[in-house]
């Protein structure tokens, strides 16, 4: 399984950005994909995630309303869009996914429940 993210950069605060996640070596729709961010001197943690057997997603209380994540699966891809950025979303994006088959399976919002990680993309918010 490989995972690669992309569409980081520098951004202003107010603006928008949509982040990438490119995955590759996974044959079959029970997995769930999540993307994670850490803030520099801080841990990783969950921002959203999107059941590729349901299409279900789940956000982090604190970017509920700013933040969507989606799929396109004919290219293999998922996209965190990041709305009205804000400086404290500075750091690296983690993509990240597990195997959860079932349309029951929960989402786990922590780094632990994930086997499979990209190598992150840096987002520096400027004010």
């Known amino acids: 399984v490989r995972l690669m993210e992309s569409g980081g950069g520098l951004v202003q605060a107010g603006g928008s950005l949509r982040l990438a996640c490119e995955f590759s070596?996974?044959?079959?729709?029970?997995?769930?994909m999540a993307w994670f961010h850490q803030s520099p001197g801080k841990g990783r943690e969950f921002v959203a995630a999107i059941s590729r057997v349901t299409g279900r997603t789940h956000y982090a209380d604190s970017v509920e309303g700013r933040f969507t994540i989606s799929k396109n699966e004919p290219k293999s891809t998922v996209y965190l869009d990041i709305n009205t950025v804000k400086p404290e979303d500075t750091g690296v994006y983690y993509c990240a996914a597990d195997f959860r088959p079932g349309d029951r399976a929960p989402i786990i919002l922590t780094p632990a429940g994930y086997e499979y990680w990209g190598q992150g993309t840096q987002v520096t918010v400027s004010s």
């Open positions: 070596g996974i044959y079959t729709t029970a997995y769930t």
